[in-house]
C-alpha cells in the first residue's frame, strides 16, 4: 500500500504561480511512475503530468511549458510547479501513483483510473480575479 497527501493548493490570481507537493509514504517502491491529475467541477478527470522512476516526464498539452513536475532525490516527494496560472486551471488536483510499469505518456491516462494504482485525497487551486 502507498500513501499519498497533497499539499499547497490554494487561491491565486490569474499569472500567479504555486506549487504542489505529494508525499508518498509506505511500499513507494512498487509504484514506478507517479504524477498528477486534476478535476474540474462538472468536467472529467484529467492527468496533467507524469514522471517515471528515470525521470522522463510528459504533459497535457494544455499545461506544456508553464508546469513542472518533479520528484526529489528520495523518490518520497513529488511536486508540481505551475506558473501562469489561468483561470481554466481551476481544480481539485490530486497526486497518483501508478503500480504498473509504463511510459509517461502512457500514464497521463491511466493515473485517473484508480485501478492503477493509488490516489491522494487532493487540494484545491482555485485562479480567479
Known amino acids: 500500500q502507498v500513501q499519498l497527501a497533497e499539499s499547497g493548493g490554494g487561491s491565486v490570481l490569474p499569472g500567479e504561480s504555486l506549487t504542489l507537493s505529494c508525499a508518498a509514504s509506505?511500499?513507494?517502491?512498487?509504484?514506478?511512475?507517479m504524477g498528477w491529475f486534476r478535476q474540474a467541477a462538472g468536467k472529467e478527470r484529467e492527468g496533467v503530468a507524469t514522471?517515471?522512476?528515470?525521470?522522463?516526464?510528459s504533459y497535457s498539452d494544455s499545461v506544456k511549458d508553464r508546469f513542472t513536475i518533479s520528484q526529489d532525490s528520495s523518490m518520497n516527494t513529488l511536486y508540481l510547479q505551475m506558473n501562469n496560472l489561468r483561470p481554466e486551471n481551476t481544480a481539485m488536483y490530486y497526486c497518483?501513483?501508478?503500480?504498473?510499469?509504463?511510459?509517461?505518456?502512457?500514464?497521463?491516462?491511466?493515473?485517473?483510473?484508480?485501478?492503477?494504482?493509488?490516489w491522494g485525497r487532493g487540494t484545491q487551486v482555485t485562479v480567479s480575479t
Open positions: 497518483a501513483a501508478v503500480k504498473y510499469p509504463m511510459t509517461p505518456v502512457q500514464a497521463l491516462r491511466a493515473i485517473t483510473s484508480q485501478s492503477f494504482g493509488y
Open positions: 514522471i517515471v522512476s528515470g525521470g522522463t516526464t
Open positions: 509506505g511500499d513507494t517502491n512498487t509504484t514506478p511512475v
